[in-house]
């Protein structure tokens, strides 16, 4: 894709305010190129909001540096001698204990499948890193962007509340208090999930918690551009073991079997004689999305009814709450995922927020759920 980046915003008009924070986002830098350690680190000079925390040539160096530092986001390149970002990307995680990474590489180039690897890994985002020369204007207020909307999403104290460079204590965000539906029992016809920034890794857990005895059709609205969606699908499947695939106007659903919502239309759905099949809506969304939640939850409650189920994960903004009131006026159950572990709480906080789920969890969680509704219903 282009050097937007894989976040819901490149392709929808709403975007969250970015969270106050109490102190400046703090920034490792990690490139074996000096230059483009040199210039992005430029980038954030005399920008209160930022701070540079560190900056290392190779992967080794920053878990490393991590083990020692509190850090809010790593800026991570993917081709680099020695230990690449990709082999890397899961111990730089586990060593930043709660940071998020933004991969900054030329190989975030459209249709890549390096790309959607590292945010199925766990990458907050992504970004195209420029021709040398070409780090001002455009990808300057993009890397600043993305910064800025991952940076404070998952703040914690340690227990002496102090980091273990003895900084100041990260702040505490506290999730506000919902109020839940109580969660349906019954046959679950029809699975459809929502994401955006973040939600390729929660779509892992989640699929990967989810047993293969549910056998319900599942439908994925993800917020990507086109290129990246046949990557997307053939991930999917690889970490679900189910059989997935872009879905087509008039394509089928069938039990066991995933469809993904392209990314020049939304999945609405009709009755063909005994089968249910996909519609392709390219029309603008009320979201301002492509593809958007919205229209695919609206058509989950018209056909399914409560024997639908939604769920929300991580992503910006507010796609899949209007969907979601449509869904449960048709008495089905929306599932959202936590605030700790979602990288934006914005999607799913807002159908919480708007008191439309009946349960908020992390992805495995909503994913055992699922599993033992269906189970329970089975049993029946």
């Not at 900056?55 to 081709?79: C, G, K, M, N, R």
């Not at 020369?133 to 104290?157: M, P, S, T, Y």
């Amino acid at each position: 894709m282009s050097s937007a980046g894989l976040r819901g915003s490149a392709r929808c008009g709403a975007a969250d305010s970015t969270r106050p924070s109490v102190r400046p986002i703090r920034v490792l830098l990690v490139d074996d190129s000096l230059v483009a350690r040199t210039v992005l680190a430029r980038l954030l000079e005399g920008r209160s909001e930022f701070e540079i925390a560190g900056a290392a040539p190779t992967a080794d160096q920053a878990i490393e540096f991590l083990s020692s530092h509190q850090i809010d986001i790593v800026v991570l390149d993917v081709e680099m001698p020695g230990k690449d970002g990709l082999t890397a990307l899961p111990e730089i995680l586990a060593a930043s204990h709660g940071a998020r990474v933004l991969i900054v590489s030329s190989a975030a180039e459209a249709g890549a499948s390096a790309t959607v690897r590292a945010l199925t890994l766990g990458a907050a985002d992504t970004l195209l890193k420029p021709m040398a020369g070409n780090f001002a204007g455009e990808f300057a207020h993009k890397f600043v962007d993305a910064l800025l909307r991952i940076g404070h999403a998952n703040h914690q104290a340690d227990p002496q509340g102090k980091s273990a460079s003895g900084a100041a204590p990260r702040p505490v965000v506290a999730a506000p208090m919902i109020a839940l539906r109580p969660a349906k029992t019954g046959k679950v016809a029809c699975l459809a999930i929502g994401a955006s920034t973040g939600g390729l890794h929660a779509l892992s857990g989640f699929l990967r918690t989810l047993t293969p005895e549910f056998t319900a059709p599942i439908l994925i609205t993800q917020h990507l551009p086109p290129p990246f969606m046949p990557y997307f699908a053939a991930q999917l499947r690889d970490i679900s073991g189910r059989p997935t695939s872009v879905a087509g106007d008039g394509a089928r659903l069938v039990p066991g079997q995933m469809l993904v919502a392209p990314g020049e239309g939304h999945i609405r759905l009709a009755r063909r004689g005994a089968n249910i099949v996909v519609r392709i809506d390219p029309a603008p969304a009320a979201s301002r999305c492509m593809p958007s939640v919205d229209p695919m939850f609206e058509a989950m409650a018209e056909i399914y009814g409560a024997e639908g189920v939604g769920v929300v994960l991580t992503g910006m903004g507010r796609d899949g709450t209007i969907g979601a009131e449509a869904m449960v006026s048709a008495g089905a159950d929306i599932l959202a995922q936590d605030m700790s572990t979602s990288v934006v709480w914005g999607m799913p906080g807002s159908v919480a927020q708007a008191g439309l789920a009946s349960l908020v969890m992390p992805p495995e969680e909503l994913a055992r759920h699922v599993c033992n509704r269906a189970a329970g219903a089975a049993w029946k």
